[in-house]
């Protein structure tokens, strides 16, 4: 076990802490939810438990199928040990299907299915509400070289395939999805985490939701959404 020393970070969603070795951290999950940048707040019950081992079999899944990223292990129900990335300040959104945001700009309907699927570069600012930019930005404000953001393409629809492979006899669809990215030992990987608090997922037969739209939009059974979407990643687990 890698003795935790000082909080290095708390963001809406998690809290970092600096552990004896200088290329790991301990994340910790809480259950705080927030929505529309801060402005709704609350809290989901056990939702930093669920976030923790979805994320972990996540992780594991795409380390498998040659995704690099910066999952070591689990070290507890709320905690995973991860590796310490220089984290690129672009966050990374794949689109399969059209919700949200994506249906207000473009006036598509929800759930409408577009040609391929859709990648968004949104620059990772809370003060600014996280607006969204494209290559010309990232390459003009040196958010991230042009090797970085190929990398970062390759491996956001890299990560698109596996999920959307395992989860479809879930039953799950993937709607979308938001990554971000760090630098480690030279080379760009995945970070942060992949859970009903990034995700838009729907259940496959009757389109429910069963991700933190359901508290973003007051639809009730929030913790069932969570629970469900474990309850089948969990199941699946041994297939990995």
Known sequence: MVETLEQVYEGKAKKVFRTADPQAYMVYYKDDATAFNGLKKGQIKDKGYYNNQISAIFFELLSKKGVPNHFIELTGERNMLV???EIIPVEVVVRNIVAGS????????EGYKPALPVLEFYYKSDELGDPMINDYHIKAFNFAADEEVAAIKELALKTNDVLLSYLEP?????????LEFGRYEGRVILGDEISPDTCRFWDAATHEKLD??????DLG???EAYQEI??????????L
Do not use: M
């Open 83 to 85: 590796k310490a990335l």
């Open 102 to 109: 994506l249906a207000k700009r473009t006036g598509k309907p």
């Open 170 to 178: 879930l039953q799950i669809e993937l709607v979308d999805f938001k």
């Open 212 to 217: 933190k739209d359901r508290f973003r939009r």
């Open 221 to 223: 059974k929030v913790e």
């Open 230 to 239: 474990y309850r089948r990643l969990s199941g699946a687990k041994n297939k």
